[in-house]
């Protein structure tokens, strides 16, 4: 029998190994079988019995490759030979990991309440997550995302933030739609490059499977079959928070982040964070998951300096509020004495 198999989504020289080393390894494991590699082809030629375990072992293979984005000998000596389960490789690992990363970076649960967000994704259609920076919000909900993907609970990730400049005023950016609007949706590519391999980025992006668009571009479109996040929801308007959440699909998984420390919105003007998690707690469906400093990441230095601005914050309202009482205190005796 002569039989073709395509391999789809993966660079043939990162599965088959430097110098074929993969490849060779599993080929010597069926030595009845004529096996060659043509780019992302592979033929078979021999036995149709052994033909049939090939491509079983093989899917398996490429099913490890896809999860852990990276292939060793001795992982394919324990396809080959035993009883593989995913699931049995997800525990080894440990069972905080969501996905498998580059050159084999393992992204994971790293905190109580970033533990808690994986909890209420699994359980709930829609949640939010509230934090200050560093807490690992936006990594967290992307892991999630790219997860789903590969577990094919989902057709395709939409990311979206709103297009707001943080204090600055850039002025007119050269370029086309997507070069505006790439530099306010870095902190999304910079995830994604983590976890997944930078050809299989560009292909997924380049066929709307995974697509990142401002906060605007939502309006009139009904999001189903994806997994949705939406980024630095604290500068969405009411307005706007309210038309995204409304987007949702029958079978989507929505999670929005988000630092109300952090409001680049003109004064005055009110958060749709804010609001939307003051009228949606308790809602069946929907979970709000508060992160702290104590779930900070990034550098040891990033939560000192998160705690010496809240401290600062606080002083400032008392003496803002300490002024304001003076101020009554003082219109008021001067009313009396007019008297």
């Known amino acids: 029998m002569e039989k073709t198999i ?12 430097i110098n074929n080393i993969y490849l060779n390894q599993i080929k010597s494991y069926f030595p009845k079988l004529k096996i060659i590699a043509r780019g992302n082809k592979l033929s078979l030629i021999g036995d149709s019995e052994v033909m049939e375990l090939f491509e079983k072992k093989f899917q398996l293979i490429l099913n490890y490759f896809h999860k852990f984005n990276q292939l060793t000998e001795n992982a394919i000596e324990q396809i080959i030979f035993g009883d593989h389960d995913e699931n049995d490789q997800q525990k080894k690992d440990g069972s905080e990991t969501i996905v498998h990363g580059n ?16 909890q209420a994704v699994n359980k709930n259609a829609m949640v939010f997550a509230v934090g200050p ?27 979206t933030r709103p297009a707001v400049e943080a204090g600055e005023n850039l002025g007119f950016l050269p370029g086309d739609m997507k070069e505006k609007l790439d530099p306010y949706m870095m902190p999304l590519y910079d995830a994604l490059r983590d976890m997944i391999p930078p050809e299989k980025l560009k ?16 309006r009139g479109r009904t999001l189903d079959k ?20 409304t987007r ?21 003007q009110k958060s749709g964070l804010s609001y939307a998690t003051r009228i949606l707690e308790g809602v069946e469906g929907i979970e709000i998951i508060n992160l702290n400093q104590s779930d900070v990441v990034r550098h040891p230095l990033v939560k000192r300096i998160i705690d010496a601005f809240d401290k600062a914050e606080a002083e400032d309202k008392k003496t803002e509020n300490g002024g304001m009482t003076h101020y009554k205190e003082t219109i008021s005796t001067t009313r009396k004495s007019n008297k």
């Open 133 to 159: 920076a560093g807490t690992g919000k936006t990594y967290t909900a992307v892991a999630l995302a790219v997860r789903a993907l590969k577990e094919k609970e989902v057709k395709r990730i939409i990311l």
């Open 103 to 118: 050159g084999g970076l393992k992204v994971k649960a790293k905190t109580l309440n970033q533990r808690k967000l994986v």
């Open 226 to 245: 994806a997994f949705v996040i939406l980024d630095e929801a604290q500068n969405a308007t009411v307005m706007q928070m309210k038309m995204f959440l």
């Open 6 to 17: 395509e391999i789809e989504g993966i660079n043939p020289v990162e599965l088959y190994g």
């Open 203 to 218: 292909e997924m992006l380049e066929y709307g499977i995974i697509e990142i668009a401002p906060l605007a571009f939502m």
């Open 248 to 268: 949702m699909g029958q079978t989507a998984k929505f999670v929005i982040t988000g630092d109300m420390s952090q409001v680049d919105l003109p004064y005055k």
